[in-house]
């Protein structure tokens, strides 16, 4: 009797072992690896801290030879409790204000407030895009996303780095992200994007080290080809912090 108690005692540890063992080299879900971005750019709890943010985000645009196309500075603030995002530009000659509240959208041209609707829209839609770009990796935590872990890649063809496709929509034209973090660390590197049948790869070369999240400071955009090599560098993108507050 107690030889064969001890058998199925040490039956169920071999079934442990190979459950735990199967269990381990599992592939990580999305979320898990989202988790782990987080915790690497400064924690959720100093997330939660930021109270205001304010940078100037400088853009170029390039064409396919590498003249450039176009430059713009953008002057942003986004403001938690209460929560608000202002962006202040200029476009030929004229200045703008845009801002969204927890009342709306408003937008300014030379001073005066704007009433057609699709500036409006446009305005709602690039504040939100300059928040959602700025604030990662932790608005990628949206529990409406859908999240799909695409296992280790090749960034580049040299950066190991964990893929993660993000879906916002189930519509057929809808964007589609990928987000790719260092396998090491878990520091967000670049995403991808599939837009209007284009596909354009945004690497994170330079972050900032002011508030120990780890923010954009350098990015470059390119267009890739059918086969996912490099076009062209379509666009630089620099941050630079003007100010920010904590609790």
């Not at 100037?56 to 603030?77: A, L, M, N």
């Not at 030929?92 to 704007?114: N, P, V």
């Not at 994007?193 to 508030?211: Q, Y």
């Amino acid at each position: 009797m107690v030889r064969y108690a001890s058998l199925n005692f040490f039956g169920l540890l071999l079934l442990l072992s190979l459950s735990l063992t199967g269990f381990e080299s599992e592939d990580p879900s999305a979320d898990f690896i989202l988790q782990k971005s987080l915790e690497t750019h400064g924690g959720r709890e100093r997330w939660k801290k930021m109270k205001c943010i304010r940078y100037r985000k400088t853009t170029t645009f390039y064409d396919p030879s590498g003249v450039i196309e176009k430059k713009s500075v953008q002057h942003i603030t986004h403001q938690w409790r209460p929560k608000q995002t202002e962006m202040i530009w200029e476009n030929e000659g004229k200045s703008y204000r845009a801002l969204k509240d927890t009342t709306g959208i408003s937008l300014y041209k030379e001073g005066i407030l704007q009433k057609d609707s699709l500036l409006l829209a446009q305005a709602n839609t690039n504040l939100k895009a300059a928040l959602y770009v700025y604030w990662q990796p932790f608005k990628l935590l949206k529990e409406e996303a859908q999240k799909n872990y695409l296992g280790i890649q090749k960034l580049l063809d040299s950066i190991s780095v964990h893929a993660v496709q993000i879906r916002y929509s189930e519509e057929k034209n809808a964007d589609v992200w990928t987000y790719f973090f260092d396998t090491q660390n878990y520091r967000l590197c670049a995403a991808q994007v599939l837009h209007n049948k284009r596909i354009s790869l945004i690497v994170n070369e330079a972050v900032e080290s002011e508030t120990g999240l780890f923010l954009n400071h350098k990015r470059k955009s390119y267009f890739l080809d059918s086969v996912g090599k490099i076009k062209y560098l379509r666009a630089a993108y620099s941050y630079e912090i003007d100010s920010f507050t904590t609790d």
